[in-house]
């Protein structure tokens, strides 16, 4: 199975600021790669597919980069609607297998 | 819209069975592939397993062959996962999805169920 490893796990950050967050696989997946959002008690939510493509209704704050190995998830300007858990997701090759997740939480 | 409903979780003990089941509505349920996922807070998100439009296709995680079976009725739009040989580490919340296709790979989790908690626990 392909591994994937998200970093940080954790991370404070304050509304306006600019994060990125990173995930790894542990072989090549080409552009397989998506990004998700949630919230307490609620389902992840498709943020970005195939890398960079943006789903539809996601704000434009939102925006993913990366090929082969490693990608990144940049939010440009935090708002407080983005405080949650993010995981990475890589489809490539069967079972598609999921990041352990990054909390961004309120400094 | 899509919606995805599951139903069926509960609290069970050890080596017993239990059926998760997810009515689909929104959207022509046979013409997709339908999964199963878990997640856990020590584990996080897991693929369980995943079955075609027809039936003909199915796939599980190696943490679960031989204990559970996926199925699904297209006159029903719902779609099932049979439990059985339960153990602690099932411990999780299901999450009925739906890939938007055939399959997973090469693609992306688009709809997601509420989850449904299930609880092995003597």
Known sequence: DIQMTQSPSSLSASVGDRVIITCRASQSISNYLNWYQQKPGKAPKLLIYAASSLQSEVPSRFSGSGSGTDFTLTISSLQPEDFATYYCQQSYSGPITFGQGTRLEIK | ?122
């Open chain 2, 1 to 122: 819209e899509m919606q995805l409903v599951e139903s069926g979780g509960g609290l069970v003990q050890p080596g017993r069975s239990l059926r998760l089941s997810c009515t689909a509505s929104g959207f022509r349920f046979d013409e997709y592939a339908m999964n199963w996922v878990r997640q856990t807070p020590g584990k996080g998100l897991e693929w369980v397993s995943g079955i075609s439009g027809n039936s003909a296709r199915m796939a599980y995680a190696a943490s679960v062959r031989g204990r559970f079976t996926i199925s699904r009725d297209n006159a029903k739009n719902s779609l099932y996962l049979q439990m059985d040989s339960l153990r602690g580490e099932d411990t999780a919340l299901y999450y009925c999805v739906n890939c938007g296709g055939d399959s997973c790979i090469r693609g992306f989790v688009d709809s997601w169920g509420q989850g449904i908690l299930v609880t092995v626990s003597s």
